[in-house]
């Protein structure tokens, strides 16, 4: 009597991505990259041709103090769709904290990522702020960009849906923001299941996204470095201590090739010694 073999097939169908790590993917697209402000069409080419792997398009519209603000604005938006039309790299804009007309407005423009970073004003005061509340971002398309200052605002953040994170202080203080962020997942891995759901409580954060840190051992989304990061060693610096990329700030553009691209190089190339020697001051 013959014998038969009824084989079943085994492989299943590889799990669809969600929404936000579709986003996220996207996000990482910008690895090792460096994203850089630009006010015009030419900034914005010259920024390509240098390998800047994003620009942020900003147009000052109003100063509060020393603070410049960003509304969007007719002025804006032509300038955001005249840049999309010149270059080939992501382009970001930015949009008020917790403002969904912004970002409204902004994805329908078409923007590649929408940073959520800027000042909004206090309808009693009439005083430009940051706003503590900031939009549910899993109910866009486009991935955003925000800002964070230690572990729990980052992953507070992640649980709003941000796809990027940008460590943004001054050099000193973004240094040890960085290290410091590193320093509480480290803690994080020694905490023990009871602990960890503990831990996530008492910032109000669900469990998954705290666990995953843990799991990984880094944030579960890229995070850049920002503020006063203008040299090649710097950002050789921050990229040894873990960062995914830099924003390279406002200030310091100075538009010429041959002050931005070895920062851009010396981001890209943080461990190689050959690229390094040659862009050495």
């Known amino acids: 009597m013959g014998l038969f073999c009824f084989c079943r097939k085994t492989n299943k169908a590889p799990k669809k991505k969600t929404k936000y790590e579709t986003k996220v993917e996207r996000a990482f697209g ?14 914005a080419c010259l920024a390509e041709e240098g390998g800047a792997c994003a620009v942020t398009v900003t147009l000052v519209t109003r100063i509060n103090g020393m603070n410049p603000i960003f509304e969007i604005s007719k002025p804006l938006t032509d300038k955001i769709k005249e840049i999309k039309k010149a270059i080939s790299i992501p382009v970001i804009a930015r949009c008020r904290i917790g403002h969904s ?5 902004l994805e329908a423009i078409g923007v590649d990522y929408i940073d959520e970073s ?14 503590r509340i900031h ?28 796809a990027l994170l940008r460590i943004q202080q001054t050099w000193e203080d973004c240094r040890d923001a960085v290290t410091g962020i590193a320093e509480e997942i480290s803690k994080l891995k020694g905490m023990s299941t009871t602990e960890l759901m503990d831990f996530s409580k008492k910032i109000s954060i669900p469990y998954g996204i705290v666990r995953k840190t843990k799991k990984l051992g880094k944030l579960p989304v890229p995070h850049f470095a920002a503020g006063n990061i203008n040299t090649p060693a710097e950002c050789v610096m921050m990229r040894n201590l873990g960062v995914d990329g830099i924003f390279l700030n406002d200030l310091l553009q100075i538009w010429r090739m041959e002050y931005f691209k070895p920062i851009i190089d010396a981001v890209r190339h943080h461990n190689d010694p050959e690229v390094l020697r040659t862009y050495a001051w």
């Open 135 to 162: 939009l549910n971002k899993h109910k866009y398309v486009t991935p955003f960009i925000c800002g964070c200052k230690n572990l729990e605002e980052a992953l507070k953040r992640i649980s709003e849906g941000a």
């Open 30 to 43: 910008l690895h090792g990259g460096t994203v850089v402000n630009v006010e015009n069409k030419e900034q």
């Open 118 to 131: 800027e000042f909004v004003r206090d309808d009693k005061t009439k005083i430009w702020v940051r706003n």
């Open 101 to 105: 007309g912004d970002a409204s407005i």
